[in-house]
């Protein structure tokens, strides 16, 4: 009897084990590629060793971007000081530029504004001039991997210039690189990834989301619970009639309606058309349907409002209900990617989703940025979940198997 | 202490001041844009502005347009897989998750449902990086065990999209769906079992006779869910091939379809059509999945 229980139970765990393995590996591939620089993403499958360890995905994540990484730590200091310099017509930078060009480049910068032709992937000597005296080596390789064609700017400057171009000329050369360059520099330095203001902006907007979301829905759900009245059958009709049609029916002509609002580009947007969930309702329902009518006929006697039967009774006797529908709306809210994509232009307001993808578009080879933004922006469900996870469980099958 | 009147008057008018919000947010915001775009799948539209009618010519442009048969084609072949691959597969996990000798269920339970928590965008740009050429957590893994060179680009070539974005799913909501079926089959009544044996059934004909009836209304249940969520698929494909179609179209899903219309070339009325389209689609296949599995009648 016992050899034939073990005979049903090894390959019982042998196979829950190996599809565990399956869906664990991605996850702590995910983990693992965080924690590894540059070339190490390749040299190991998954955890380098100890001392490879490194938070350079991290850094890139919060600090400024690729420039973090060079000589100049402060670099958006160092770029305001410029725009500063430029603003109260201190010639400091250009002129710095002049002196760094040694005589040959000076020729060369000369020659070649004199033809008016550059190849494209000519490294100009101008270039080499402003990466080294702002003390930001691969500046225009940087440049370009922001997205940004400094390295044109700098063509185009060369051209602007014309030809005999010589030492007095340091002052035009100045001007040039003032309005041309400077201005550039700063939006590169400010374009760093602000990753923790997507965070915020997430978590502000899934928050309050959640709040809104969880007041109304358990005020209707203890109407439709607990309450008689008229249009109360058409009422659930309606419900259950909005959860069998998906949502993008109405994509366009919400779309329109938010435009029209003022509601296009701003928070309002995201929070207001979702304020009251049909799940939500129904959970609600289904939790304080079990609520005894006695309690609440107690409170009345004891001269309760009927917002205080909601409040005081009903609200904590479906404290389970709260919790599971908590982080069911935390997660779409958390989540969503179409409709937040549609309402936010500015990036200032870009949610984690939004800001991600956006990342992705401009770190496409920087896979350890990549996963390092992945896990950061994964985290807060998981912890959540975490939390409230029995509450969760039970929430998500109770309209299934009970009902 | 409230005046009385005030009392009366609250008592009466509870329900309607409770409803009150969720009626509001409907008429606002799902009604009205219902209706409105039943008639903006009327209007030719150029941004939220400008609007010019053609009747049916909208629809008419569907019907003609390969790339919604594309679109289609590619939803409801996942759509497929999404119910004859990943739902037996949940089935079969959670048959194994409800032995009653296994230790440590919550921690297998919990294993398999964790994908589902990262939410679709997230799957995304994690999956495609594991589908990456070279650098790839899938290619090394093949590669290790020589089954395949390296370099294979799975999200570039046209025939290995589709294989991806299944896989990626099986991978996101296969726990997802062993939830509802674990939880269904805890529920079966033992006693049923306990009978069967008595009448000679053996494990198979048990799980036939007893375990599959007992577990219907769920599984209909998780097949119309699953089915519905296939068709809504978007953020999984958009995401993974780098916000677009992906090579030959081979990852245009509808709402993609409906997104590039729509948002992308800005024509809601278009969009409104192929809204509708999916939405009657859909309900129509959900309708005929229930008729199917004979439970029609006690749904209404």
């Known amino acids: ?403 | 202490m409230l005046g009385s009147a005030y009392y009366r008057w609250q008592h009466k008018y509870a329900p309607y001041l409770f409803t009150a919000p969720f009626l509001l947010t409907f008429a606002v915001f799902a009604l009205y844009p219902m209706a409105k775009s039943l008639v903006l799948a009327f209007y030719i539209t150029s941004g939220p502005k400008s609007q010019v009618f053609v009747g049916l010519g909208n629809f008419a442009f569907m019907l003609r347009d390969p790339n919604f048969y594309v679109a289609v084609k590619n939803t409801a072949v996942f759509a497929l897989f999404s119910v004859f691959l990943q739902l037996p597969l949940s089935l079969g996990l959670a048959v194994l998750l409800n032995a009653k000798f296994l230790k440590l269920r919550n921690a297998f339970r919990f294993g398999f449902f964790s994908p589902y928590l990262l939410g679709q965008v997230f799957v995304a740009v994690l999956f495609s990086v594991i589908f990456a050429p070279r650098l790839g957590l899938l290619n090394r893994a093949l590669a290790a065990v020589a089954l395949m060179p390296s370099n294979t680009d799975w999200l570039g070539d046209p025939d290995r999209v589709m294989p991806a974005l299944v896989l990626t799913a099986l991978w996101m909501y296969v726990g997802f769906n062993m939830i509802y079926f674990l939880a269904a089959l805890q529920a079966v009544d033992k006693d049923l079992y306990d009978a069967a044996a008595v009448d000679g059934a053996g494990p198979f004909q048990r799980f036939v006779h007893v375990t599959l009836p007992s577990i219907k209304p769920v599984a209909v249940f998780v097949v119309v869910l699953s089915t519905i969520g296939s068709f809504q698929l978007f953020e999984l494909p958009y995401l993974m091939l780098r916000n677009g179609p992906g090579p030959e179209q081979a990852g245009l899903t509808i709402v993609m379809y409906l997104y590039q219309k729509g948002f992308e070339a800005g024509d809601l009325g278009y969009a409104s059509v192929v809204g509708w389209s999916l939405a009657l689609g859909v309900l129509g296949i959900s309708l005929l999945q229930m008729r199917l599995a004979g439970t029609w009648k006690r749904e209404t």
């Not at chain 1, 049909?278 to 959970?283: I, K, S, T």
Request: charged share 15%; hydrophobic share 50%.
């Open chain 1, 1 to 403: 009897m016992k050899a034939r229980k073990l005979l049903i139970q090894i390959p019982l765990y042998a196979v829950l084990l190996a599809a565990l393995v399956a869906m664990l590996t991605p996850l702590v591939w995910l983990a693992a590629a965080t924690v590894k620089n540059g070339d190490d993403f390749f040299h190991y499958l998954f955890f380098p060793p100890p001392s490879q360890l490194s938070a350079e995905n991290f850094q890139k994540l919060f600090g400024s971007p690729a420039l973090a990484t060079g000589e100049v730590r402060d670099w958006p200091a160092l770029c305001r000081k410029l725009a500063e310099d430029g603003r109260a017509g201190r010639p400091r930078p250009a002129a710095r530029v002049w002196d760094r060009l040694t005589p040959d480049a000076r020729e060369k910068v000369a020659a070649v504004a004199r033809s008016g032709k550059i190849a494209p992937e000519e490294e100009h000597p101008l270039m080499a001039a402003l990466n080294e005296c702002l003390g930001v080596p691969d500046l225009f390789h940087k440049a370009d991997v922001e997205g940004l064609p400094l390295a044109e700017h700098v063509r185009g400057l060369a051209d602007r210039l014309g030809a005999g171009l010589e030492a007095g000329d340091a002052h035009r050369l100045n001007r040039a690189v003032l309005e041309l360059i400077v201005p550039n520099t700063v939006a590169l330095a400010g374009r760093g990834i602000p990753f923790g203001r997507y965070m915020m902006n997430s978590l502000f907007v899934a928050c309050t989301s959640v709040l809104i979301q969880m007041f109304f829905s358990s005020l209707g759900g203890f109407a439709l619970a607990k309450y008689f009245f008229r249009g109360k059958k058409l009422i659930m009709m309606v419900m259950l009639g909005t959860m069998m049609i998906p949502g993008q029916v109405m994509l366009a002509p919400l779309y329109e309606l938010i435009f029209t609002m003022g509601f296009m580009d701003s928070f309002l947007g995201l929070i207001v058309p979702g304020m009251v969930s049909v799940f939500g309702m129904f959970l609600f329902r289904q939790s304080m349907l079990q609520m005894p009518d006695e309690l609440l006929e107690a409170g009345r006697m004891d001269g309760c409002t009927e917002f205080g039967l909601y409040w005081h009774i009903a609200l904590p006797v479906s404290r389970p209900m709260i919790g599971a529908f908590c982080l069911v709306s935390f997660m779409g809210n958390w989540n969503s990617f179409l409709w937040p994509q549609i309402i936010l232009h500015t990036s200032d307001l870009f949610t984690i989703p939004i800001g991600l993808n956006q990342m992705v578009g401009t770190y496409s080879q920087e896979y350890g940025v990549m996963m390092a933004g992945t896990l950061l922006a994964i985290l807060p469900v998981m912890i959540l979940f975490f939390i409230l996870q029995r509450e969760f469980i039970s929430g998500l099958t109770a309209g299934a198997v009970k009902g």
